[in-house]
């Protein structure tokens, strides 16, 4: 039997046979496949990156640290009160910033910004799988470098797609290289937009919670690194709920990342959001006045973006007070049941009003609410010390104080006795205060009777004869009128020119009485004259000097001249009235009624006819300061607004905000200027009999008083008549002063004829070696004196009070005498 023939095993054979997995035609090509796809991928995406990265490497680095800062107004004791600006930054060095603030940022921006390279590749992939589970796009991994490098480029801000992402990555790596960690995070700080206007975190911080960077607290480092994700939308101004969420979301991210403990998390959550008191608009005009000037010589782009110190004659403070009392007192004038017309508050009200479809409803055309304005200015140099140039200058920015033509009404006066004064006129000559006839001046009218509009009182009275000086502190019109009429309108019109009024004035008599229409900053010019003994400053100035960014002087205000106007005689006579309108006259309340600490303070009402227009120009020796109220229009205010109830406590603010930095002095009198005594009754040189007895009496004694004032002349004035009203002449009361009694008969009366003019002794009186009389100093009777000489008064021997007397010396009644009785 044939042994069977060994087959082999087909499967084992063809097992060994098969080439290996590599040899495999299928997985060869499949290898070559991928390969190729391979290598093509890497060249289409080094083709698809290279034109990014070339364009990331052609960005100027030197950019980053470019930043636009603006120039900042500063008062003039050196604190900021605005900017002129594009953006508002305030550069900061990464050592004035608080590390919980670097916290607060990494933590919600880029919690492995210390550790990637400028891109989050790990940040990448986890935003892409939560957007994939959410099914839309709600995280970016976008990293602090790279949203640094697209604020800083244009191209890359306004450009936001696949492509510009690319490159922002290439151009974050290369940052990444050039600057260090703490660099970047500097430079992102002072760029990033945080809402309501604010670039960079100083700014953010002063604009929201008024201090520097360097001082706010956990959780106001978390509400501003919360707005950054969307700063218009976050911002607490404007959504204080929504950003408060997002604070709290960042403090939530700080709470994982380690940073805070589980109790300071509750807390800090628990915690408002509290935010500074908003600025007021108290610099506006200001600001708007210096920014043209600056723009103007210096183009927008640079002064806004050049970072120029600008530094102003304002004082802050005083400006801050001026301004709120104006809101605050002309909002009441319009509380006043006869004022008629719209409010400021009835305004804004509209302004603030939504249709029905919440819709912003427009503003009417223009304010037609009381508007106001404020201007003080130095006496000597013309620099502005503060300028409030209305109520509000978001809703008009029309500056009332500087373009505004009004009628002073009389306030323009004491340029009418300045004029008088310069000439043959003085306080003590007598004007007549009557009725006149309205067609000498047409105010209201051109027939009956000058209506006395101007005296700060519903009250009309006329004093007859009286001095010029009464006519002024009581604001007379009628005598105001006959002197301006003596004087000369041409004289007056000319003056006024001098004194830096440009506006063109009536050529008419009204024009005495303030009819023209002038502007606050020449009229408060104008009265420069009186403090300044005669002169003005030349212009008006806001800025003092300028720098550059690096702090070098780049202009300097040129100093003041001053203009001649009037003699300094003149000047202060003027002045002296103006003093005793303030204390005894038609702005007697500054001190009594609003507090007026000032004592050395002079000033004049205004009301224009018909109560369209109210002033108060007043002054010490360093300050002038102007106030004007009314409308656009030549409307009544309402019927009885004085002006020495509606603007005057206005300029006493301002007068008492401004005593610390310029305290006052009193003027002094003039080289060339004497005093004399003169009678209240005569207008004459006064003598010894000028007393007047006052009404009542006590204890059955008389009071008398010395019926005179101190009145200032030029030196060598040829003015040598004496009162007759009290000397006993024909048609004069006798004498106050008691006579001595006589026990012998009484003399025969002496015979006078009549009055004639006392004779001033010119020389000592020839007497012998002794002077048994002391009569070697004879004290001369009404004769010029200045202030600091005594003049010695007879001593009377009635019982009589005095009203300069000392006090009578009280000696005790002796017991009576008893006389015993004798049996």
């Known amino acids: 039997m044939m042994a069977p023939r060994w087959r082999p095993n087909t499967d084992t054979y063809a097992t060994r046979l098969r080439p290996p997995l590599y040899r495999r035609r299928w997985f060869q090509v499949v290898l070559a496949g991928t390969c190729i796809a391979f290598v093509a991928g890497l060249i289409g995406t080094y083709a698809f990156l290279k034109p990014h990265k070339d364009r990331a490497d052609r960005f100027d680095l030197t950019e980053i640290g470019h930043l636009e800062v603006p120039s900042r107004i500063y008062d003039r004791h050196g604190r900021e009160i605005g900017q002129i600006k594009i953006e508002d930054r305030r550069p900061v060095g990464l050592d004035q910033v608080p590390y919980h603030v670097v916290q607060a940022l990494t933590a919600v921006e880029d919690s492995r910004f210390f550790e990637h390279d400028g891109v989050d590749y790990i940040g990448i992939v986890r935003a892409a799988i939560l957007n994939l589970k959410a099914g839309r796009v709600t995280q970016g991994a976008s990293t602090i470098t ?50 309501s206007g604010y670039f960079g975190i100083d700014s953010a911080s002063r604009g929201y919670f008024g201090k520097p960077v360097g001082e706010i607290d956990v959780v106001e480092a978390a509400t501003l690194c919360g707005l ?14 929504e950003s408060r969420t997002a604070r709290n979301h960042v403090l939530a991210r700080m709470h994982i990342e380690g940073m805070i403990t589980d109790a300071e998390l509750a807390e800090y959550r628990a915690r408002p959001i509290e935010l500074a008191e908003a ?3 108290q610099n506006s005009y200001v600001n708007e006045i210096i920014r043209l000037r600056v723009i103007s010589q210096l183009g927008f782009e640079k002064a806004a973006g050049g970072g120029f110190k600008i530094y102003t004659t304002i004082d802050r403070d005083v400006q801050a007070a001026a301004r709120q009392s104006l809101l605050r007192n002309l909002s009441k004038a319009e509380s006043h049941p006869q004022y008629k017309h719209r409010t400021y508050a009835e305004y804004q009200e509209t302004a603030r009003a939504r249709d029905p479809l919440g819709g912003a409803s427009p503003k009417p055309k223009a304010p037609d609410y009381l508007q106001g304005a404020v201007l003080m200015i130095e006496n000597d140099s013309g620099g502005v010390v503060a300028l409030v140039g209305g109520r509000s200058f978001q ?15 009389t306030a323009f006066t004491p340029l009418v006795y300045a004029a008088a004064f310069s000439g043959d006129d003085f306080p003590g000559s007598i004007v007549k205060d009557a009725p006149i006839d309205n067609r000498s001046v047409a105010i209201g009218g051109s027939t009956g009777i000058l209506g006395e509009w101007g005296n700060e009182s519903a009250d009309v009275t006329y004093l007859g004869d009286i001095p010029a000086r009464e006519a002024l502190v009581q604001s007379k019109n009628a005598a105001t009128v006959r002197l301006g009429k003596k004087v000369g309108r041409r004289k007056v019109m000319d003056l006024a020119k001098r004194a830096g009024i440009e506006s063109p004035m009536d050529d008419y008599d009204r024009c005495l009485l303030g009819s023209s229409t002038l502007e606050l900053d020449e009229f408060c010019m104008a009265f420069t004259m009186f403090p300044n003994g005669g002169t003005r400053p030349d212009k008006l100035h806001l800025i003092s000097s300028v720098t550059d960014a690096a702090g070098k002087v780049i202009y300097t205000e040129p100093e003041s001249k001053q203009v001649r106007v009037i003699d300094g ?12 309108a303030l204390e005894r006259g038609t702005g007697k309340g500054a001190a009594g009624s609003y507090g007026l600490r000032d004592r050395n303070a002079a000033g004049k009402t205004g009301t224009a006819y018909n109560f369209t227009d109210l002033w108060f120009v007043g002054y010490n020796d360093k300050l002038t300061c102007g106030v004007w109220a009314g409308f656009d229009t030549t409307d009544t205010i309402y019927h009885g607004a004085f002006s020495n109830t509606t603007v005057l406590p206005v300029w006493v603010d301002a007068m008492n905000a401004s005593a610390a930095a310029f305290p006052s002095q009193p003027i002094p009198l003039p080289e060339g200027a004497r005093t004399v005594e003169i009678c209240k009754k005569s207008g004459r040189r006064a003598t010894d009999a000028c007393y007047e007895e006052l009404p009542g009496s006590e204890d059955g004694e008389r009071k008398i008083e010395r019926s005179t004032y101190r009145e200032i002349i030029r030196a060598g004035t040829d003015f040598h008549l004496y009162c007759d009203y009290h000397s006993g002449g024909e048609g004069t009361p006798r004498p106050i002063l008691p006579q001595i009694a006589s026990s012998g008969p009484a003399p025969p009366p002496i015979q006078t004829g009549a009055p004639a003019d006392a004779i001033l002794v010119q020389s000592p009186t020839v007497i012998g070696a002794d002077d048994p ?12 004196a200045n202030a600091e000489d005594e003049v010695r008064r007879a001593t009377p ?14 000696i005790e009644q002796p017991e009576p005498l008893v006389i015993p009785e004798v049996d």
């Open 279 to 281: 600025q007021a608009q």
């Open 797 to 810: 021997v009635s019982p009589i009070s005095l009203g300069n007397s000392k006090p009578p010396i009280e």
């Open 773 to 784: 009389y002391n009569s070697i100093q004879p004290v001369l009777r009404a004769r010029p």
């Open 569 to 580: 005689i003149a000047a202060y006579q003027t002045h002296s009235c103006l003093a005793e």
């Open 395 to 409: 809703d008009n920015q029309f500056n009332y104080a500087f373009h505004a033509r009004c009628s002073p009404g």
């Open 146 to 195: 790279q949203q640094l490098a697209k604020q800083c480029y244009e191209e890359l801000r306004l450009q936001r797609n696949l492509d510009t992402k690319i490159t922002e990555a290439f151009l974050a790596r290369r940052l990444e290289k050039e600057f260090s960690k703490p660099e970047i995070l500097e430079l992102y700080l002072n760029r990033v937009f945080f809402g």
């Open 228 to 241: 950054i994700k969307s700063p218009t939308r976050l911002s607490p101004k404007n959504n204080p709920r």
